[in-house]
C-alpha cells in the first residue's frame, strides 16, 4: 500500500465548475501537507501550505486537512481553463516529501 | 528574487554513460532536495543537501549521488545508467520550513 493515494482521474469540467482534489494518506507521522500544480513538462508550483486540521482559503482555492481520516483535499472555485493541470498532493514528517501519483484535471471552455 | 534553476533542460545518454545534473536554489535558500519523476507519476525523494551534508535519503541506490556547494548549489550524479532512469529530475530549495520551491526540472533520457 502506498503512503499516499491520489485518484489519478483524468478528470474533465466544464468552466465555472467546483473542482474536489482528494489524497488519504496511512503514515500518522506526516503534519504538513501541501498542494502543487504542475504543468505539462514544467517543475511543480507550489499552490497551498497547510499544518493543522481545518480549512485555509487562498483566493479560488481551498485546502481542507482532516488528520484524524487522513484525508486532505483542494477545492477549485469558478475553474478556468488556466487551471488545467496536474495536482499533486503531497506531505512530510521530516524534510522530505511524499507525493501522490497526481491528479490530471482538464477544464474545458 | 530569483527562482530554483536547473540545467540543462534536456539530455540524452546512453546506458552505463554517467550524467551530472545542476541546480541553484532560490535566494536565501539553504536546503536543497532532489526527485526523480517518472511520466504519470509523483515525484519520488532522492536526497536532501543542507550545509554541504547529506540530510536524508530515499530508497534509490548508491549510484545516485550528490554535492552542494558552499554557496548552496547542487549537483546530481548518476552513475552507470539504466534505462529505467529515463525521467524528469527536480531540484527544490528550501530555508528553515517545509516548503519546498522546485525548479523546471531535467528531462532525461537513457537510450
Redesign the interface.
Known amino acids: 500500500q502506498k503512503e499516499?493515494e491520489?485518484d489519478?482521474g483524468p478528470l474533465s469540467v466544464p468552466e465555472g465548475a467546483i473542482v474536489s482534489l482528494n489524497c488519504t494518506y496511512s503514515n500518522s507521522a506526516f503534519q504538513?501537507f501541501?498542494w502543487?500544480r504542475q504543468y505539462s513538462?514544467?517543475?511543480?508550483?507550489?499552490l497551498m501550505?497547510t499544518y493543522s486540521s481545518g480549512n485555509k482559503e487562498d483566493g479560488r482555492f481551498t485546502a481542507q486537512v482532516d488528520k484524524s481520516s487522513k484525508y486532505i483535499s483542494l477545492f477549485i472555485r469558478d475553474s478556468q481553463p488556466s487551471d488545467s493541470a496536474t495536482y499533486?498532493c503531497?506531505m512530510?514528517s521530516?524534510?522530505?516529501?511524499?507525493?501522490?501519483?497526481?491528479t490530471q484535471l482538464t477544464v474545458l471552455p | 528574487e530569483t527562482g530554483v534553476t536547473q540545467s540543462p533542460t534536456h539530455l540524452i545518454k546512453t546506458r552505463g554513460q554517467q550524467v551530472t545534473l545542476r541546480c541553484s536554489s532560490q535566494s536565501g535558500h539553504n536546503t536543497v532536495s532532489w526527485y526523480q519523476q517518472a511520466l504519470g507519476q509523483g515525484p519520488q525523494f532522492i536526497f536532501q543537501y543542507y550545509r554541504e551534508e547529506e540530510n536524508g535519503r530515499g530508497n534509490f541506490p548508491p549510484r545516485f549521488s550528490g554535492l552542494q556547494f558552499p554557496n548552496y548549489s547542487s549537483e546530481l550524479n548518476v552513475n552507470a545508467l539504466e534505462l529505467d532512469d529515463s525521467a524528469l529530475y527536480l531540484c527544490a530549495s528550501s530555508s528553515e520550513g517545509h516548503e519546498q520551491f522546485f525548479g523546471p526540472g531535467t528531462r532525461l533520457t537513457v537510450l
Open positions: 499516499v491520489q489519478p504538513y501541501m502543487y513538462r514544467k517543475g511543480p508550483e507550489l501550505y499533486l503531497a512530510n521530516a524534510r522530505q516529501l511524499t507525493f501522490g501519483s497526481g
